[in-house]
């Protein structure tokens, strides 16, 4: 099977919001009056973001849903994508499941593949992703205020669980936990419903891909101030509740979550639990925003909790 056939079989699927999709020089969309264009790309290289033996299902699934994510954390509603990947080899059937696992993910969101690029090389895989919000409204990461609540959606640390348990470095005795987990890690959920009724109710909001703290950090950083993280609050898989102190590590900077950190001022406490009703996810208030600069984990006491690590560093 050549080049041409493996996109045309794989990748070229109806894309009728797009006036030109998959099969042209390139793809033409006409965004819609009244909104501006928000544009992400996220890439995702074998050994560095999934491990070598990972179900092509499950990498077709992660390889848009972090990139759905970023989108989520702008508060924009994805419409396009597009697919760029290199193979060491042409293996029909691995591609039909990647393909499969990706087009699930795009479908569940209205989102349509309209390009892409097919290249023979170390399994690499990149998405840019086209998303669209009303013009002059997005949960930019500039955006956080003293006096802001600080909110995360779902549960943190599972991913990371799943991550460490695999290289080694902890184990899980709790199988029934570390299935979910692994679900977790292979196959994250982006908030784009949250992210889009968070629009008019937050302030700031990032997606945690790299550890809390260090996408907090992102946040807090751009807005010039500072945030107390209750680490009691941190929310998390109740199985994990007894053993929290000692998998704080994954809670506060393991990565992999793909949920959202965000803040919001206390007077829409409210509005942000209904949010989060509104769509079925799990909503927590973890800390606030202070003056100053940088992000402190705090214990029960008050007292700051030093970790290891915020979050992954691809250069760190
Ligand atoms: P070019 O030579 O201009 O780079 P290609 O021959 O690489 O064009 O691609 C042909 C068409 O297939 C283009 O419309 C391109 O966007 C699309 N395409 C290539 N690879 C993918 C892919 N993995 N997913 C979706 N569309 C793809
Ligand atoms: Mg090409």
Redesign the pocket.
């Known amino acids: 099977m050549n080049?041409?056939e493996l996109?045309a079989r794989?990748?070229?699927r109806p894309a009728p919001s797009a006036l030109l999709?998959?099969?042209?020089?390139?793809?033409i969309v006409r965004p819609t009056p009244g909104c501006d264009l928000h544009m992400s790309v996220d890439m995702l290289v074998e050994g560095r973001h999934f491990f070598a033996d990972v179900a092509p299902r499950a990498l077709g699934h992660k390889t848009l849903a972090v990139n759905l994510s970023d989108m989520a954390a702008m508060g924009a509603r994805a419409r396009w994508a597009?697919?760029?990947?290199a193979l060491p080899k042409a293996d029909e059937a691995w591609v039909a499941e990647f393909a499969a696992g990706f087009h699930a993910l795009a479908l569940e969101h209205g989102v349509e593949?309209?390009?892409?690029?097919?290249t023979c090389g170390p399994l690499t895989l990149s998405v840019t992703v086209l998303g669209e919000a009303p013009s002059g409204q997005a949960l930019r990461r500039d955006a956080a205020r003293p006096g802001d609540d600080v909110w995360v959606s779902g549960e943190l640390g599972l991913g990371a669980l799943a991550v460490r348990q695999r290289l080694g470095w902890l184990t899980v005795d709790d199988a029934d936990l570390l299935q979910t987990a692994r679900q977790r890690l292979e196959y994250p959920q982006p908030r784009l419903a949250l992210g889009r009724l968070l629009l008019p109710v937050a302030h700031a909001a990032a997606d945690v891909s790299d550890g809390l703290m260090a996408d907090l950090g992102h946040i807090l950083a751009a807005s010039g101030v500072a945030a107390e993280i209750q680490a009691d609050a941190l929310p998390s898989d109740p199985r994990l509740e007894a053993l929290r102190a000692r998998y704080l590590d994954c809670l506060a900077a393991g990565g992999d979550d793909y949920e959202l950190v965000f803040t919001a001022p206390p007077q829409r406490r409210a509005q942000v639990e209904a949010a989060g009703a509104q769509c079925a996810c799990r909503v927590s208030r973890i800390g606030r925003i202070v003056e100053g600069g940088g992000g402190k984990l705090l214990d029960a006491a008050g007292h700051p909790i030093p970790l290891q690590k915020e979050g992954y560093d691809h250069f760190g």
Do not use: K, N, R, Y
């Open positions: 080049e041409f996109i794989h990748f070229q999709g998959v099969g042209d020089d390139a793809a597009l697919l760029s990947i593949l309209i390009g892409g690029d097919t």
